[in-house]
């Protein structure tokens, strides 16, 4: 299974996905600096991208560690994300706004662990008690490709 990690291929996952690269408005000289050498390192510099200009919902490279942000709380870090942990935190944040906060506000729920979710939200198809959120969430990380 792949690994991203805080790299130029992630930036291009996430610019697909709908995030807005906004590293100049907290990191001027890393911005500069990435601008002048068209290279990015991760071990020299900071990147952030908000989702769709909600500046609050963000992705935050912190030199290697890539951290994840709602309504500017931290909720999520790490050095590297599996495919199908990417793909969560995207489709995560592809959620509507309340619906993210029903997830968050779950004990101990990180973006990358949707798919475990959504797993079981699977299995619960073959019941008649699966709500209209789990079918939601199916739907959305189904929808998701990286």
């Known amino acids: 299974m792949k690994i991203y990690k805080a790299s130029s291929e992630l930036v291009n996952v996430l610019l697909r ?3 807005i690269e906004r590293t100049a408005k907290l990191y001027a000289g890393d911005a500069q600096r990435l601008n ?3 290279v990015y390192d991760p071990h020299t510099m900071k990147r ?3 989702y769709k200009r ?3 919902n963000r992705i935050f490279f912190d030199y ?3 951290r994840v942000l709602l309504n500017n709380e931290l909720i999520e870090s790490n050095l590297q994300f599996t495919e199908l942990e990417l793909r969560s935190i ?3 944040f592809a959620l509507k706004s309340n619906e993210k906060w029903v ?3 779950k004990t101990g729920f990180k973006p990358s662990e949707l798919h475990l979710y959504y797993s079981n939200s699977v299995k619960k198809l073959m019941y008649p008690l699966t709500n209209a959120f789990e079918k939601k969430i ?3 990380f189904e929808n998701t490709v990286l």
Do not use: C, M, P, S
């Open 64 to 66: 290697n560690n890539i």
């Open 103 to 105: 997830l968050v506000d």
């Open 54 to 56: 909600v500046y609050y």
């Open 48 to 50: 952030v991208f908000a």
């Open 138 to 140: 199916i739907k959305a």
């Open 36 to 38: 002048d050498t068209a």
């Open 17 to 19: 996905h709908g995030f």
């Open 90 to 92: 995207l489709t995560f």
